[in-house]
Nanobody, 121 residues
């Protein structure tokens, strides 16, 4: 079984910081892209940041300069460092990863359960 578990969410005041973590576990041969999504109340899920590989990243415009995605391949973990948080960042944050379970297999997408981030004014 493959599992992704997010952690690090919580309640923070505007201007504060949080660091989200997402760790993959189970039968894993390799991990491709790792992505952070978020879904705010009344809105559809959207991409926040993508890590194709270490050093190869992409961000949605609204978080550029404030959020940083990074990964620790040895520990099968992706992070999202969130600084200068704004109330508009309030959402459930999900991680997703393309995971290949064995050498002969293929990549498929897995999702975590999400972690709530609430930014108060």
């Amino acid at each position: 079984q493959v599992q992704l578990v997010e952690s690090g969410g919580g309640l923070v005041q505007a201007g504060g910081s949080l660091r989200l973590s997402c760790t993959a576990s189970g039968s894993i041969f390799s991990i491709g892209a790792m992505v952070w999504y978020r879904q705010a109340p009344g809105k559809q899920r959207s991409v926040v940041a993508t890590s194709i590989s270490d050093g190869n990243t992409d961000y949605t415009d609204s978080v550029k300069g404030r959020f940083t995605i990074s990964r620790d391949n040895a520990n099968k973990t992706v992070y999202l460092q969130m600084n200068s948080l704004e109330p508009e960042d309030t959402a459930v944050y999900y991680c997703s990863a393309e995971i290949k379970r064995d050498r002969s297999g293929w990549f498929r997408n897995y999702w975590g359960q999400g972690t709530q981030v609430t930014v108060s004014s």
